[in-house]
């Protein structure tokens, strides 16, 4: 049994010495020859040649929802609630009743002026019949023509006073008629904080009508975004620029895109000193009610980019902060090159800013197995 061993043992040895005999006379072997082989192979990368397109840039920015009009409800004279006609949220017209107030000193006060206005308009018809009385005499000499003007200076005297007496009736009426408050305007009730028995007064605001036919939308821009903003947008003015910009979007707090589009309208004067911001007001038309006075949601701004480069982003890479493509050369050899870049909205391209020409091919797809230097056949 340890003769067999020994024997096998020796077999071994010889086949080992001989195969390594072999290798070394022979440098060139077929191990080394698939190796080397290996290594330089060069495999093929698809690519893409650089041209110019269009696409739109779209940020978005918070915004405050306000109605076209919010208008505080106050009283003109003061008094007691009588009555509440509406309820918080209700939908008014212009000129529905609000509130009436119990004010009867205000009744009284037209029921004074309407018998002011007869004891006046008698005292006039007496004068009137003085002056008719005394003219004739006059005429034929009876009694001094000083008689006459003086009669006509008291008939203008008790004109006057009908006036006057008009005037207070009038007075009276008008702040009789503001003991029924009514809406300014079309719109949405806001919150009431009296009830029934509340004496209230002009110092205090019954409740608020929103009207939110169409609605403004607030929002700002720092002062490098709004430079932007007018140098980008086609026009000579401010007001050519604001005309000439895009519609824009309104993103309602639940993340949903509202349904109708907005202009951009002003842009405030003055840039916030506290805020570097300078404010915008966007009108968006609200047919179906569903925008609220209050409400918040965000603004979406696009741009549109005419004959910019735009590239996939699988084709670039971050290095330290900065975004890398490789591009083929003529010999097909790839080079790394720094770009810079704007992302698009679908998230999946870039538009590049510097960097690209048109007409430059670069590798869209496995860039990970990729260094200056190496060569690739391109696939178009």
Avoid at 85 to 108: H, M, R, W
């Amino acid at each position: 049994m340890k003769l067999r061993t020994i024997q096998t043992a020796g077999l071994l040895f010889y086949a080992t010495a001989a195969f390594f005999a072999s290798c070394s006379n022979d440098p060139k072997g077929a191990a080394g020859q698939g190796a080397r082989g290996a290594a330089n192979q060069v495999l093929p990368y698809p690519v893409k040649v650089i041209s110019v397109g269009t696409t739109a840039l779209q940020t978005d920015y918070p915004a405050t929802i306000k109605g076209e009009q919010d208008i505080e409800i106050r009283p003109m004279v003061e008094g007691f609630i009588k009555t509440i006609n509406v309820d918080e949220g209700s939908i008014v017209k212009k000129g529905q009743v609000l509130f009436t107030l119990d004010a009867p000193q205000y009744q009284q006060n037209v029921l004074n002026a309407q018998a002011a206005i007869k004891t006046a308009t008698a005292n006039v018809n007496n004068a009137q019949m003085d002056v008719n009385k005394i003219t004739p005499l006059v005429e034929k000499g009876i009694v001094s023509k000083y008689q006459l003007e003086a009669a006509k200076y008291a008939l203008e005297a008790r004109q006057a006073a009908l006036n006057q007496a008009r005037t207070a009736l009038a007075i009276a009426q008008t702040n009789l008629s503001y003991t029924q408050v009514t809406s300014p305007v079309n719109g949405i009730v806001g919150s009431i904080p009296f009830r029934i028995g509340s004496l209230v007064s002009s110092a205090g605001s019954l409740t608020t009508v929103a009207n939110t036919t169409n609605v403004y939308v607030y929002f700002s821009l720092n002062e490098k975004q709004l430079l932007d903003f007018l140098k980008d947008t086609p026009g000579a003015t401010q007001a050519e620029k604001i005309r000439g910009s895009e519609p824009v979007q309104l993103i309602l707090s639940d993340g949903t895109i509202y349904s109708e589009k907005g202009r951009i309208e002003t842009i405030n004067g003055i840039v916030n000193t506290g805020t570097g911001a300078a404010n915008f007001r966007a009108g968006f038309p609200n047919p179906q009610g569903i925008l609220r006075s209050g409400s918040t949601g965000a603004v979406r701004v696009s741009k549109t980019l005419k004959n910019v480069i735009i590239i996939p982003q699988k084709a670039t890479f971050e290095l330290q902060g900065q975004t890398f493509v490789y591009v083929v050369g003529a010999d097909n050899k790839v080079k790394q090159l720094t770009i810079t870049v704007t992302p698009t909205p679908d998230g999946q391209s870039y538009v590049v800013n510097s960097g690209l020409k048109v007409n430059d091919k670069i590798v869209v797809n496995g860039i990970q197995n990729l260094k200056d230097g190496t060569e690739i056949k391109p696939q178009l």
